[in-house]
């Protein structure tokens, strides 16, 4: 299982990437392997003002359909237009070329609600006992 | 009569197998007080019995009247091909293909006719049938809803009562803002078109040929609306677009309609088919089931149900309709009823009703005291002015033999003596003119 | 097989209108006309004909093949219901005619088979009146929580919830929402049944109602239904019963006796209506006393003379959900059914669609697991998670039933069993079939432990192999182009 060190993670298994002022968000290499090939992926639009926990986008499969949510509050900056042509992208690489988008994030106190990677790891071990 | 092979012993065996001594047994989770307070129903009767007992019942309906009764739902002719293939059971014993190894026809047949209401339409993309024109109207009004994310629907009063009744039903516990433009002289009104459309508008709904039978071009008005940023919906007769310019040409995003006329008989109102076309920007939006080609693992082109994140199977409560089993039995009616009729057949179709009804209209116009509405072109329907009121004219030609028209006042305020005639490829220049004569006589 | 388009030959013709013996009018207006033309295959009968028997034959169907698919219901439906349909009186009849003044007397035959097919659904079901014209059983769920709103918009009560099984079709939560509803989701317990401590802290007076499937799609009866029925009216919030199991409770119990409010009943399950591939079915809808003036109009009435009339006067009627009065052709199969098997005749299709069930679920439960161990209704629910623990998932006991000749079961559903199973043998399906079916599942279970590969390469007997079903969504093909 890859789950990168310098990253935050989600209990819905979301991951943020933060830049400086800027956060990039993608769904982890768990969450994509549950969810198998993965076919269509529904992007927030840029500009858009997203609230942490909040929906922010679908990704679904042959049989499924998650909705995601954003890690951290901000507004939305670029997407990812690469998914809407190559959502397989998400299943060969969750953390890089398999981002869903990019944010400047608002309150980096929020950060504190994230996991890092060795918590994720363990909550990860523990869905999968 | 009874359909069960059970044999006594079969069921003593079986009893055995499971473990209880009575069938009772097998219901025992039903509390005894919730057993049935009464099941007073008729005893079993044979096959002759419920045949003869139905065939009475048949026989008391109408079926010598010559229909001149349309109002979107027509009296056409089905080939005898259509009965004897859709009568196939490998075909309406089968349900929904989930599994497309063993239903690749249905498939194919579905891929099939999803490509002929493309080519109809013009449009890009079909979903694989609606339960009916009405219920497919209410579908596309949800789809632009969620599309634009706005809440206000102008729809012009051209539209079929029906229809726009059962919007008005379907809404009543939704948040949603219905504005009414008015027909005047026939045709949909500019200009109060664009005193109502705003940037809060989701859709405009027109329908081509309207009820009053009216044909238009609607691109100037389609192109106001998407100035708005709103969604153009037609709805359309599909049998008129062997003619008239296509939802695609007028620049809609849209299209529904009813395919009765496309080898449906008429049977008193349903079994129906509702057909949706749209742009495929809108594909992940539509409802329903959708069949796409792909390939097997041996690299052959196959056809499986998909897209179906966007079903109620998958997506529950988030789905973009609650629809599961549509009416695809109807859409293969449809299918092979313009296979059939092929590229030419479907001209000629579209040809004959309209010069039967432009005939109609010349022959009637000759009747002393009728006005044929002539501000409007038209396809295969059409209104008239009647000295008289309309239902006491209908009344009087039932006892002629005639079926002769819909009483616009039943829909339309003020509308009481006007008619509105419909004339298929089925009526002939004799039952026209008798028609005619008949009409002069009891007028 | 070739596309029909991919058949198209220039100059061939299948029909013609021949000669019409009026011509000559004035041509439409070229701006009112078509530009482009519809590209529509040039073919003869015999093309035609050969192209969709060719097609049929491509299908298992209930009169090819058994066909145990869950929640369902893949009954023999008997022919001499199509013959019917077909009698001219009833399938050219315009369905304006009876709304014509005068007209009511032209369709007397059809509002007689409107009328008393209501009456014999509303006794089976035990509820006070019926509403024909739903076109689906989702179509009858959609028209059920509308009339649920309309109820309680006329108490002056707004209320917010509907709530559902876990284990509910999805066309229960979607209905719902649908019609404007937020949809709150109870859990099924470790017992198989509702969890009730969760169902009573989600009940209360923003509830406007409890949408249950009863037998519910685990094939189970709850015996606690009425006391959960009872909690439900207690915070005024109306029940809901989808009928899409109906034909286990034929004659052994009615959802009007338990107090539900609502019901729909799919005649395509229960009342032996031909499937047709994914409709046309119907889904009337009967209602308890207090919802009746609600009902959508038109509504079918017998006057004083024994004549049969519409009648429009319902002041509180939602309106209209569909342009007439339902599907009627199949409500005439359904009526035609009815009265050919009769009381007894109906019991007994229960009586022994149960036993074919548990004989399936007692034969079988040694090999497949059976996540509720309980005494099963029309159905049974199994989970393949043994068989998948060597590789063998659902899917792949589903394709290689497929090579034997069977359509499989539903699979993947309900969706609170992992590797669901869900058997729906149906009462006309004799001893030998069953056996036949029930020993190629246990051949699987014997495979699936000692070559499971002999199973996941299925079919191999089919003329395609496994689908790409990733190609079809990432790079959607949706219709021929040329």
Not at chain 3, 360 to 385: G, I, N, T, W
């Amino acid at each position: 299982m890859n789950i990168p060190k310098n990253l935050f993670y989600t209990k819905d298994h979301e991951w943020a990437r933060i830049e400086g002022k800027v956060a990039y968000i993608g769904i982890t290499d768990y969450a994509a392997h549950s969810l198998g090939d993965i076919t269509f992926v529904q992007l927030p639009k840029i500009g858009e003002l997203l609230k942490q926990s909040a929906y922010c986008a679908t990704v679904e499969s042959v049989k499924a359909a998650s909705d995601v949510y954003v890690p951290l509050s901000g507004k939305v900056l670029s997407v990812n237009t690469q998914l809407a042509t190559n959502p397989e992208l998400i299943n060969q690489s969750a953390y890089e070329q398999g981002y869903f988008f990019s944010m400047e994030f608002s309150d980096a106190a929020e950060k504190a609600k994230l996991m890092d990677s060795a918590s994720y790891q363990q909550y990860v071990e523990g869905l999968s006992k | 009569m009874s359909y069960i092979p059970h044999t006594a012993e079969d069921i003593q065996q079986m009893l055995s197998v499971i473990g209880v001594k009575s069938i009772d047994e097998l219901f025992k989770d039903i509390p005894l007080g919730l057993r049935p307070k009464s099941f007073n129903l008729p005893a079993s009767k044979s096959e002759f019995q419920v045949t003869q007992t139905l065939h009475k019942l048949a026989a008391k309906n109408a079926t010598g009247l010559v229909n001149f009764v349309g109002a979107g739902f027509y009296d056409h002719f089905i080939p005898a091909a259509v009965d004897a293939l859709v009568s196939r059971s490998e075909f309406y014993t089968a349900y929904t293909p989930y599994q497309p190894e063993c239903a690749q026809g249905w498939l194919q047949a579905i891929y099939e006719y999803q490509s002929i209401i493309c080519e109809l339409t013009g449009l890009d993309v079909s979903n694989a049938s609606l339960y009916d024109g009405g219920t497919a109207l209410f579908e596309a009004m949800m789809m632009a809803l969620r599309h634009t994310g706005r809440n206000k629907i102008i729809l012009d009063s051209g539209v079929n009562l029906i229809y726009r009744t059962m919007l008005y039903t379907y809404t009543l516990n939704l948040a949603i803002e219905f504005v009414e433009i008015p027909v005047v002289h026939g045709q949909s009104c500019r200009e109060e078109l664009f005193k109502y459309l705003d940037d809060q508008t989701a859709a405009v709904i027109f329908q081509n040929p309207n009820f009053f039978g009216a044909v238009d071009d609607y691109s100037d008005m389609v192109e106001q609306v998407h100035k708005f940023g709103a969604l153009a919906i037609e709805v359309a007769y599909p049998v008129s677009l062997g003619m008239l310019k296509t939802p695609q040409e007028m620049g809609f995003d849209i299209a529904i309609g009813e395919g009765q006329s496309l080898g449906i008989p008429l049977s008193f109102g349903g079994p129906y088919l509702g057909f949706m076309a749209a742009r495929s920007q809108l594909v992940r939006q539509m409802p329903g089931r959708i069949v796409g080609s792909t390939v097997d693992s041996d690299g052959r082109r196959g056809f499986v149900l998909t897209l179906q994140t966007r079903e109620q199977h998958i997506r529950r409560e988030k789905a973009t309709s609650n629809i599961c089993s549509n009416e695809a039995l109807c859409a293969l009616r449809a299918v092979v009823f313009i296979s059939l009729l092929g590229r030419e057949g479907f001209k000629e179709l579209a040809e004959h009703n309209y010069q039967k009804a432009e005939f109609a209209k010349e022959t009637l116009s000759r009747i002393n005291g009728v006005q044929v509405k002539r501000s409007s072109p038209t396809f295969n329907e059409f209104t008239v002015l009647l000295p008289r009121h309309a239902d006491e004219v209908v009344r009087r030609m039932i006892d002629k033999g005639f079926a002769c028209g819909f009483p616009l006042g039943r829909f339309y305020q003020g509308l009481d003596n006007y008619l509105l005639i419909a004339v298929t490829e089925k009526r002939t220049k004799e039952e026209i003119c008798r028609l005619a004569d008949s009409l002069e006589a009891v007028l | 097989m070739r596309l029909i388009f991919e058949k198209h030959k220039e100059g061939r013709r299948g029909f013609s209108y021949g000669a019409s013996d009026v011509a000559g009018a004035k041509p439409l207006a070229g701006k009112f006309c078509r530009a482009t033309e519809a590209r529509l295959p040039c073919l003869s009968e015999l093309d035609v004909v050969r192209h969709f028997t060719n097609l049929s034959r491509l299908n298992f169907s209930v009169d090819t093949n058994f066909y145990p698919l869950g929640s369902c219901t893949m009954k023999y439906n008997p022919k001499f219901t199509e013959r019917i349909a077909a009698f001219e009186g009833f399938s050219q009849l315009h369905p304006l005619l009876p709304q014509l003044s005068g007209g009511g007397m032209l369709a007397q035959g059809a509002l007689e088979v409107l009328y008393e097919s209501e009456k014999l659904f509303a006794e089976i079901t035990g509820m006070s009146a019926f509403t024909l014209q739903p076109l689906a059983g989702a179509h009858g769920e959609l028209t059920g929580v509308m009339l649920i709103a309309a109820y309680h918009q006329h108490q002056g009560l707004r209320r917010k919830y509907i709530i559902v099984a876990d284990s509910s079709h999805g066309t229960n939560p979607a209905s719902a929402a649908i019609a404007g509803y937020e949809v709150k989701v109870i859990p099924t317990g470790a017992d198989g049944y509702l969890d009730l401590v969760q169902y009573k802290k989600h009940l209360n007076n923003e509830v406007a109602a409890v949408m249950l499937t009863c037998p519910d799609t685990l094939g189970i009866f709850n015996p606690r239904i009425k006391e959960i029925a009872d909690m439900a009216h207690s915070v005024g919030a109306l029940l809901y019963y989808d009928g899409a199991n109906l034909n286990a409770m034929l004659g052994k119990c009615r959802p009007g006796d338990i107090g539900f409010d609502l019901v729909h009943i799919n005649l395509h399950k229960t009342f032996a209506t031909p499937h047709g591939g994914g409709g046309p079915g119907a889904g009337p809808v009967g209602v308890s006393q207090r919802l009746v003036e609600f009902l959508p109009i038109s509504r079918v009435i017998r006057r004083l003379d024994a004549t049969f009339a519409l009648d429009y006067n319902y002041p509180k009627s939602i309106g209209y959900i569909a342009p007439f009065y339902g599907n009627f052709g199949v409500i005439l199969k359904a009526y035609a059914y009815i009265l050919a098997l009769g009381k007894e005749g109906l019991i007994k299709a229960a009586e022994i669609a149960v036993l074919n069930a548990n004989y399936c679920q007692a034969r079988l439960k040694e090999y497949y697991d059976l996540p509720f161990d309980k005494r099963c209704m029309h159905e049974c629910v199994f989970s393949a998670s043994r068989q998948a623990k060597n590789g063998v998932h659902a899917l792949d006991i589903a394709k290689y039933l497929i090579d034997q000749g069977y359509h499989p079961p539903t699979i993947y559903f309900p969706l609170i069993v992992q590797e669901a199973l869900m058997i729906e043998p149906t009462e006309t399906e004799s001893k030998e079939a069953l056996d036949a079916f029930i020993d190629t599942m246990i051949q699987i279970a014997e495979l699936a432990k000692n070559n499971p590969s002999a199973v996941t390469q299925s079919p191999l007997n089919m003329p395609i192999k496994r689908l790409d079903e990733v190609r079809a969504a990432r790079q959607p093909d949706l219709r021929w182009k040329p």
